[in-house]
């Protein structure tokens, strides 16, 4: 059964920092992995999207990479922002369209 | 722009009664999922649908059913609800093999 975890559970950093948020996953038979973030009692909004052929994806200030023989994916947030506090999620799509979901990380970004 | 909708945003319910919780979409997405979030947990899958009256459990079915006599709607129903159904419920739809996109959530208390 796929597990996905999250580390850190929660990270507060000074505003400007960058910083880098992990995932790591079980089962290699994954179809892409997503990176969403959630702001307090909000739905996802997806970030990235990376296929299981592609090794990273890049939008402004954010870079996901992944590698799926080791399990792993990172997301990196350059420069961040106090507008970046928010949850980040993380989900491998396996078979049938099912995404398996990490725990989250909880992010303050500190002005 | 890809619109889910959930009926209600709070939602406050007693031990033993049929709680139904309602998702709309308008986009002629073929699939619906309906998932719970908890702290610490992430989000886990409750019920998915390929289409009009097809319905697939995901990893916890248990005290949960669904309907779909429509495309565009997508019910979860509590048949008789425990407090530890109280949850915050997401649901998503998306076309085949497509990223999922997800509503704002109802936030169910039962007491």
């Known amino acids: 059964k796929q597990e996905v975890t999250q580390i850190p559970a929660a990270l507060s950093v000074p505003e400007g920092e960058n910083l880098v948020l992990n995932c790591s996953f079980t089962d290699s038979a994954i179809y892409n992995l997503q990176w969403f973030r959630q702001d307090p009692g909000k739905g996802l909004t997806s970030l990235l999207l990376i296929q299981s052929s592609q090794r990273e994806q890049t939008s402004g200030r954010l870079n996901a990479s992944l590698d799926k023989s080791s399990g792993r994916s990172t997301l990196y947030i350059a420069a961040s922002q106090p507008g970046d506090s928010a949850t980040y999620l993380c989900a491998v799509e396996q078979y049938g369209n099912k995404l398996v979901f990490g725990a989250g990380t909880i992010l303050r970004v500190k002005s | 722009d890809v619109k889910v909708t959930q009926s209600s945003r709070y939602l406050v319910k007693r031990t033993g009664e049929k709680v139904f919780l309602e998702c709309v979409q308008d986009m002629d997405h073929e699939n619906m999922f309906w998932y719970r979030q908890d702290p610490g947990l992430g989000l886990r899958l409750i019920y998915f649908s390929y289409d009009v009256k097809m319905k697939e459990k995901g990893d916890i079915p248990e005290g949960y059913s669904v309907s779909r006599e429509k495309k565009e709607r997508f019910s979860l129903i509590l048949e008789s609800a425990s407090t530890n159904q109280t949850s915050m419920y997401l649901c998503?739809?998306?076309?085949?093999?497509?990223?999922?996109?997800f509503g704002d959530g109802t936030r169910l208390s039962i007491l």
């Open positions: 998503a739809s998306s076309p085949p093999n497509q990223p999922q996109h």
